[in-house]
């Protein structure tokens, strides 16, 4: 059997059936396994992106070593249902990927989507989304090294800030990514519920540009300049910016 990724988006419910996109191999979770579930807080403006659940085999591929390595896993897109008609968004994960693979959740992708500009009161093209990753792998090598309270806890939070910074302004073709405080991962092992509240500090943009004699610099809220030495605002200086705002009366 040759190793290649399974992509299926699913509908949900409550769970995640995958009835028809399962063979002997692919992963097909026995009825009433452990779930994890998943909650997103959208903010305002955003989308939800399809969460995206990795799955891993040691029986039929053997396991490769390294951080960009997807060698032997099976990838599955569930799209979270929206909460009533509140900013929440749910979906609910197998554990167990069955099959005779012995297929498990290791990672669990989630994150919004800005599709236009204008949501975030900037014009340009918004390049990157705002993501974050939750390992879930309860057989991975070193949890037993984890500090107690993360190898034990069942509910973890991610609730990073993300500030967003234009690159190209001026030039016609302005980009928009985002630079991030806080953590976008966490470690989750005995995990029951996942949840990701992105904070979108759209009110403290940071801008990069490039004068007449090629220098690129980075402008701050504040209005403070500083050399754009790393290509990326430091983010440290973001948050002193917004904490000095936050206490202003």
Known sequence: MSARPLSCMVGLGLAVSLAACSSRYDLAPPPGGPQVTVTIKVPEGASVKAIEAQYLSDRCF?????????????????????????????????????????????????????????????????????????????????????????????????????????????SGSAVINFVSSGDSYARAPAAERLAFEPQVQRHFVARMSRDSSGETTILYPDGSKEPADNWHPDVKKLEAIRAGADKQP
């Open 62 to 170: 053997p396991p490769q070593y390294g951080p960009f390595n997807t060698y032997g896993s099976e990838l599955l897109k569930v799209k979270p249902e929206r909460q009533g008609d509140s900013d929440l968004y749910q979906a609910r994960l197998d554990l167990d990927g069955g099959s005779l693979c012995h297929w498990r959740l290791v990672y669990v992708d989630v994150g919004v989507k800005y599709w236009r500009a204008g949501k975030l009161d900037l014009a340009g093209t918004v390049r990157q989304d705002v993501t974050a990753t939750f390992n879930v792998d309860r057989e991975a090598e070193g949890n037993d090294a984890l500090p107690e309270a993360i190898r034990t806890r069942k509910e973890v939070l991610l609730r990073p800030d993300y500030y967003p910074y234009v690159s190209g302004a001026g």
